[in-house]
């Protein structure tokens, strides 16, 4: 069977907290999420974003995308001032294609979601524009990189949550009983 969507963990962050976390780890192993435009494509219709079909070249701007908003995320984790080159890329695909909402009036009052780009263009508009509200507000202060062993995702902190998920929680339990254990 052949993985179509890349394996990506989907965790329910902010869209721009998914994308950076398309690029993850298992058991300490670097793995990439969005290794073909296959992925690409299986990962945006995941998050709601676009459903069309996904070329090398969106594949690349994604990526590019996606490691602006990696390193935006590892300097706001340490108190660092933001990279002027990642702002840079985030506000360019933040500002294009032009994005508006539509009013419907048949066959009965609704409101439709337009733009003047290609569906992937405008997907990774809207996961910019959610860059730009978070590094930029105070959702900034709650961003946390896991501390799961060999975990590498980010993630939005509520409560005193340490880890992305579930299994990175459990697993870090696990590490702690262990060492306890063998230090006693
Ligand atoms: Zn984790």
Do not use: K
């Amino acid at each position: 069977m052949t993985d179509v969507s890349g394996g990506a963990p989907i965790l329910g962050e902010p869209l721009s907290i998914e994308l950076a976390n398309t690029s993850y780890a298992v058991r300490g192993h670097p793995r990439e999420g969005l290794e073909v435009p296959q992925h690409l494509g299986s990962w945006l219709r995941d998050v709601r974003l676009a459903t069309a079909d996904v070329d090398a070249a969106d594949l690349a701007a994604t990526l590019a995308l996606r490691d602006a908003i990696r390193r935006l995320a590892d300097a706001t984790v340490d108190a660092e001032p933001l990279p002027a080159d990642a702002v840079a890329v985030v506000n360019r695909h933040a500002a294009t294609p032009a994005r508006w909402r539509e009013l419907r009036a048949d066959p009965e009052p609704d409101t439709v979601a337009r733009s003047a780009g290609g569906d992937v263009a405008t997907a990774l508009s809207e996961i910019a524009a959610d860059a730009v509200d978070l590094f930029g507000g105070p959702r900034r202060h709650d961003l946390r990189a896991c501390q799961g062993p060999g975990c590498v995702l980010h993630f939005i902190r509520s409560g005193r949550r340490e880890w992305c998920s579930h299994g990175c929680g459990n697993r870090a339990r696990a590490a702690r009983h262990y060492a306890r254990n063998r230090t006693t």
